[in-house]
């Protein structure tokens, strides 16, 4: 019974990555608006670093979330 608990509480720590992830990627998109809206003309040439960045992030929280149902499971 205290295993069943102990990987609840694991799973759930495991899960946390998340919410940085989901930090960090609101982040990228807003210091982004926040640089277009400074210089529109050079905005153009970011959005390759833009979607690199939040894919990166994004695939940190995705790592987290896998790893919470691997312990959750196991």
């Known amino acids: 019974m205290e295993a069943e608990a102990a990987k609840y509480i694991g799973a759930g ?3 946390l990555g998340m ?3 989901a930090i960090g990627v609101g982040n ?18 970011q959005v390759g670093n833009l ?9 940190l929280g995705i790592l987290a ?3 919470g149902i691997l312990i959750l499971n196991a």
């Open 51 to 59: 979607f690199v960045g939040a894919a990166l992030a994004e695939a």
């Open 19 to 21: 919410i940085g992830s």
């Open 13 to 15: 720590l495991a899960t």
């Open 65 to 67: 979330f896998v790893l």
């Open 28 to 45: 990228i998109f807003a210091n982004f608006l926040n640089g277009a809206l400074r210089n529109p003309s050079a905005a153009g040439s």
